[in-house]
């Protein structure tokens, strides 16, 4: 069994890539998924036929009360997905979302006696979000060797991003050549009940982008009237 690693597992396009990438490279594999208040479960139930199917070593959904403060339309009902591009930021963006997610993550890798974490951030075809840039990746992962005992006794924790660098086409055409099946997953910010995709926001462009630009066939199921 390879080294103990710590995926963190949306349900999504990029975080099943990963998943798939961590056990190609020989990772004992844990995966960290979050309810944290979001609109759907849809991606949640993904995440669990995901971890099933790579047979992770544990599976762990953490619940989280991120709706009771909003400000993301993921998250406070009040606010709408918005079905077009936004200038900045954008209003899908979770107030230190992956900062929270990482930390646990970094909790869980300390009791399981883990020096790596992986994430699908994404720098290239994404929404924006601060919390997805290099900057912030190395900025974490260097907190993370000061504030835990693993990194104060010389045991070096690392953050993996292997996809932060890739467009989407290239996410798409690795996952491929890793044999991933992307049919079962959730990326949509406005799934239905049954995981079905709008079609029409910021992460449904992307995804279906990606498989465009690769002249792939998009296994995404989509609603009715996307």
Not at 70 to 81: F, N, R
Not at 98 to 124: K, Q, R
Not at 160 to 173: F, G, N, R
Not at 199 to 207: E, M, N, S, V, Y
Request: charged share 20%; aromatic share 8%; glycine share 10%.
């Amino acid at each position: 069994m390879g080294k103990n690693a710590i995926i963190l597992l949306s349900g999504g396009l990029d975080s099943i890539t990963v998943l798939a990438y961590a056990k190609q490279q020989g990772y004992a594999c844990y995966a960290l998924s979050f309810d944290y208040g979001q609109r759907h479960n849809a991606e949640l139930a993904a995440a669990k036929q995901i971890a099933r199917h790579y047979q992770v070593l544990d599976h762990k959904i953490i619940h989280l009360g991120l709706d009771s403060i909003g400000g993301s339309a993921l998250t406070d009902a009040h606010i709408d997905v918005p079905m077009s591009p936004q200038q900045g930021i954008p209003v899908t963006y979770v107030p230190a979302r992956n900062t929270i997610f990482l930390s646990f993550a970094l909790g869980w890798a300390e009791v399981l006696n883990a020096h790596d974490v992986f994430i699908g951030v994404n720098s290239v075809d994404f929404s924006g979000y601060p919390d997805c840039r290099p900057e912030f990746i190395k900025a974490f992962q260097d907190m993370a060797n000061l504030a835990t005992k693993a990194g104060v006794e010389g045991q070096t924790i690392t953050i993996h991003t292997p996809l932060i660098d890739l467009s989407k086409a290239q996410i798409i055409e690795q996952g491929l050549r890793l044999g991933v099946d992307y049919a079962g997953t959730v990326s949509c910010y406005a799934a239905d009940r049954e995981g079905r995709a709008c079609g029409r926001c910021d992460a449904c462009r992307l995804r279906k982008a990606g498989f465009d630009a690769l002249g792939v066939a998009d296994p995404t199921r989509y609603q009715a009237d996307s």
